[in-house]
């Protein structure tokens, strides 16, 4: 079966960074995805790794260890409109794309 | 053009009724998707169209009926549709179904039934 983990909720402040993690079990790997999603809208794309390693995007990095199953999502500068929920996706070898249940960054000034 | 969109953003229907949902892209992918996503809870899968044929159905009952008419469109009919089905309905495309591709989701449609 597909199980992927990630926290339910963190808190952060503005300014601060935060490491949000994900570790997955899946059969099949054919990459990791992180969305953002607020509240009453669609989930948008942030990250795709498929080899070990840090991806960079702004403030944003992920990074991947496919032998330990485990992945996380780093936000520098938080803002808070950075405040929504954070989706760590598998994409399997059988056309499937699973969702971990999210976790909810919430940011105080 | 990486826009997905979706018709209509609100729909309440009764329980005999019939709808449908719309899902537009122009983006040339290949794959286009149908999830259905409760509140706080992350979207679950329902349907995979790879080149206008339907590829995965995760089991979804039957008065859900999708449709691919062509590379752009996905419909999703719903008929005799039953209040737990209210939920926020996703489409979504990549650029194909394997797996290593974002997927670019519309604003969704609302769906109430009563």
């Known amino acids: 079966g597909q199980n992927i983990d990630q926290p339910t909720e963190m808190t952060a402040t503005e300014g601060a960074i935060v490491q949000i993690n994900c570790t997955y079990q899946?059969?099949?790997?054919?990459?990791l995805f992180w969305y953002q999603q607020h509240a009453g809208e669609a989930p948008t794309f942030l990250s795709y790794?498929?080899?070990?390693g840090l991806e960079e995007k702004g403030r944003f990095s992920s990074f991947l260890s496919r032998s330990k199953g485990y992945s996380y999502l780093l936000l520098k500068e938080l803002q808070m409109k950075d405040s929504a929920s954070y989706l760590c996706?598998?994409?399997?070898?059988?056309?499937?794309?699973?969702f971990g249940s999210g976790t909810k960054l919430n940011v105080k000034p | 053009d990486t826009e997905v969109t979706q018709t209509p953003k609100h729909l309440v229907m009764g329980m005999t009724n019939k709808k449908s949902l719309k899902c537009e892209q122009h983006?040339?992918?290949?794959?286009m998707y149908w999830y259905k996503q409760k509140a706080k809870k992350p979207p679950e899968l329902m349907f995979v169209?790879?080149?206008?044929?339907?590829?995965i159905n995760e089991s979804v009952p039957s008065r859900f009926s999708p449709e691919c008419p062509n590379s752009s469109l996905l419909n999703l009919h719903l008929h005799a549709l039953q209040p737990e089905d209210s939920a926020l309905y996703l489409c979504?495309?990549?650029?194909?179904?394997?797996?290593?591709?974002?997927?670019?989701f519309g604003p969704g449609t609302r769906l109430t039934v009563t």
């Open positions: 979504a495309s990549s650029q194909d179904a394997s797996g290593k591709n974002e997927q670019y």
């Open positions: 899946t059969s099949g790997f054919n990459g």
């Open positions: 790794n498929v080899l070990d």
């Open positions: 996706a598998v994409g399997d070898n059988f056309n499937k794309f699973y």
């Open positions: 983006m040339g992918h290949r794959a």
């Open positions: 169209y790879s080149y206008e044929k339907l590829s």
